[in-house]
């Protein structure tokens, strides 16, 4: 995605409805799964892949700032439901970008994100079972799941 073009046309107020709609979303999903599995399932484990992240392209430090607001604004509001921020396959420059700008979330929020390193497949697992992550992450689930 271009974000320098995105965030010129694009009103943040808008995209700020549109991730709120989308969390919204989640909520219904998580209590149709709590019925299927027969539990409560009250949050998510989110993986972010930054395998093709170029900070040419993607480092534009208005969509940056936009990002921590949505960051800040969904722990707000939806604190329970974000159980795990994983970050998996970043380029070599992300560990230093990141510590520049993991000062601006919230100690909450700080804590939710791990930056998994290049072994991510095997440390990946501590965080979710294998049966839960799909063949492309080190997992045994099988795709295409309409639950992945």
Request: glycine share 4%; charged share 25%; hydrophobic share 40%.
């Amino acid at each position: 995605m271009h974000w320098q073009g995105f965030c010129h046309s694009v009103h943040k107020e808008d995209f700020f409805k549109l991730k709120i709609k989308q969390m919204e979303h989640i909520l219904k999903v998580l209590r149709v799964y709590s019925e299927m599995k027969g539990r409560y399932v009250e949050n998510v484990i989110t993986v972010i892949d930054l395998e093709n992240l170029s900070f040419q392209k993607h480092y534009y430090w208005p969509a940056i700032q936009i990002f921590m607001e949505i960051l800040s604004m969904s722990e707000a509001k939806y604190p329970p439901l974000t159980k795990r921020i994983i970050l998996v396959k970043a380029p070599k420059i992300f560990p230093t970008t990141y510590n520049m700008v993991k000062h601006l979330m919230n100690d909450y929020t700080r804590q939710k994100v791990v930056v998994l390193g290049s072994n991510w497949k095997e440390e990946i697992q501590k965080y979710i079972a294998p049966d839960q992550l799909p063949e492309a992450y080190g997992g045994t689930r099988c795709e295409p799941d309409p639950w992945c």
